[in-house]
């Protein structure tokens, strides 16, 4: 039996915090990464669960670690961070029921991270809450990270909760670097409960029985690219891959724009590429993109459509070499003529004085994507690429009539206005269209405008399929038009089903570019939203 | 929504006001020639062709056998 142990509370940085017990003992970089996050969150206690069963853990465990000499333990522990002094009287009473207990330790969780009892592998499941974005919130460049959902962990009947996204140190006992990204992609907001996830033992024996490359357990083989497809696949989602289209790597247009229109759809990005540590030749390595700072809205040429997010700066991402919601920049590099992108790693500024210990983010290599590999919706049949093509297809058209029509209204010593817009698309279910991007939308109009417009999406257009394709038109930080895809046919059939006109004169707009310009457009069924 | 909001809105944030633009277009103008209107698509057509370069869809056989570590 496990010995009952009472819960420790000790401060954080001082030699009992768990994460400066293992830097003292392996020197490993993910706990200086973590020691440096959670310092700059302002930590200043963990509360330590000495007995802690982790569902991750028990079926590495099972799989591999029982049947060691070693003797390892099958239990771990579990610390959770607080950015208050948090002490045995304040956490009785939280326990106790007290409201204001629980309000304040709430307000002040961090996260909490698994500590299994593997000397080289401490850092298991570790889930910790993003830096505050007031700064990105007020210049209008919020942090996007769609991807991340709420976790909760109950302590003593107490249940503290924390939003993000599970990250993992690499075991190589189980899994591989593309192991783990796997693991925390299909942890993302985007699945439900129909879609049970994996622990990282069940991704090495998928992966293992399809296309093995050696044993399963030691995984020290790593993964193939057809490997973690297949895991996807068995997990009843589908992959989807896109290689670079600049001899392999990426241009930032289309790494930027696929990026963004993933995460904004809540789906993480499994990026593959090649690490480059400055010794030797750039190794094959896997990490899984979490979010984007949003980029400053690009002016755009009149009577042009220009895509939304084409110029994303920073990606974060969790990687298993240093820890979760690492800050990269996308760097632009000169290629035989040719211009591509590398991820580099940039963490931000200290907010909190001093780190406490080397930042392991500086000096580490140079990440040169070569693959995005995105798990989606088994009903979501349309290809990325095709959405993005269809953008520009059936939205140019906007931008190049009003800008005629504006050029016959022009006034003698007035500047004309500006006529370029963005388009951006994403993939989400309908339900949700209706209930948040409509409304978001449509926040400044009265509101019978979104009534009708909700009741014309419901009664009037073709029933639609669960999961859709949305194209949005802005012009000016304002939406024009959102135009609306059936997502559970092949590409090849990829057409408007509807458009949300959110001016009067769009729909003008179309009937006179139809008029005067040689071609035909058709959005299929106009739902006014004015 | 305030000026200062809807200026620093990103597409998927920003709110339907009236728009200035859209507003005062003239409903009456004329409408431009054959001739000007082939133009015109034909510009349009190459910008598009332009912009979806980076959207090409690539093989994915090179990168199926790629092995992570």
Redesign the interface.
Known sequence: MHPAQPLRYVDFGSFKDPLVEIEREVNAPQAQYLRCYLHDLRAVTVVIEPNYFDRDYLAEFAEFYATTSAGYANICERAHYFSIKVDRALFRRAVGGNDKAIAELQEAYLGHIVLRPLPRARLGRTVVRAYPDDKGEAEGTPRVLSPQRTYEAHVAGLTLSVKGLAWQQQDSGVGSCATVALWSMLHASAFDDHHAISTTAEITKVAAAVAGTGRAFPADEGLRVEQMLEVIKRHDLAPVIIPGDVRGKFSRTRFSTLVASFVRSGYPILVNGDLDEGEGQPGGHAICIVGFRSPTRAPVPDGEVAYDDANVDIVYLHDDNLGPNARFRVVEVEDESETTIDLKPEAPAPTNGNWPTTNPTEGYGTITPTELVVAVHQELRTAPLALQKAAMDWSAWLPDILDLETKKLKVKGEAPPKTGMLVGTRLLRLRDYLDQELKTALQARPPRVLADARLQLWEKVSPMSLHIGLVRVSHDGMPMMDILFDTSDSDRHLRPTAYIAYHENVQWLLERFNAQEVGNIDLGRLVRAW | ?SDDK????????????T?????????K????SKLV??K??AQ?RE??KR??????????A????????
């Open positions: 929504m809807q200026a620093k809105a990103t597409i998927w944030t920003g709110a339907a006001t728009s200035s633009v859209l507003a005062r277009l003239d409903k103008a004329p409408l431009i209107a082939k015109r698509a349009l910008r598009i912009d979806l370069v980076p959207f090409t869809p690539r093989s994915t090179d990168s199926l056998r790629k092995l992570v570590k």
